[in-house]
């Protein structure tokens, strides 16, 4: 049985490790059983308690890439979308709303419609 390790998410909130939804997450990046199995083996040496997510996600991007792969692209697509630091709300609607607004859409953020 593994140890019960707790890592820190990017809000400050403490959460258990949870390995299937690691495999979940390396399994919507296409990665197949065989990479997503060893990439979990390192992952169990390499974690430690208190660990922040977006360490655990540099070090899977990182296996990823070394996989030879196509898969660390597309499992780097949230942190990317992060990376825009937009300051008005949620990062994916504002960036929805943005190609939405340039296609000659017209959108309004945070309203819900019935």
Not at 7 to 20: A, D, F, I
Not at 27 to 36: Q, V
Not at 82 to 94: A, M, N, Q, S
């Amino acid at each position: 049985m593994r140890k019960k390790i707790s890592v820190t998410k990017m809000n400050g909130e403490r959460e258990l490790y949870n390995e299937s939804k690691l495999r979940r997450s390396l399994g919507n990046s296409g990665a197949d059983k065989e990479t997503i199995d060893g990439i979990i083996l390192k992952v169990d040496d390499f974690i430690y308690g208190g660990m922040e997510t977006r360490e655990l996600f540099k070090f899977v991007f990182k296996e990823l890439k070394k996989s030879g792969t196509n898969y660390a692209l597309k499992y780097n697509i949230k942190n990317a979308l992060l990376d825009l630091r937009l300051e008005e709300g949620y990062v994916y609607d504002i960036f929805v709303v943005r190609i939405l607004d340039y296609e000659g859409y017209k959108n309004d953020l945070n309203r819900i419609v019935n």
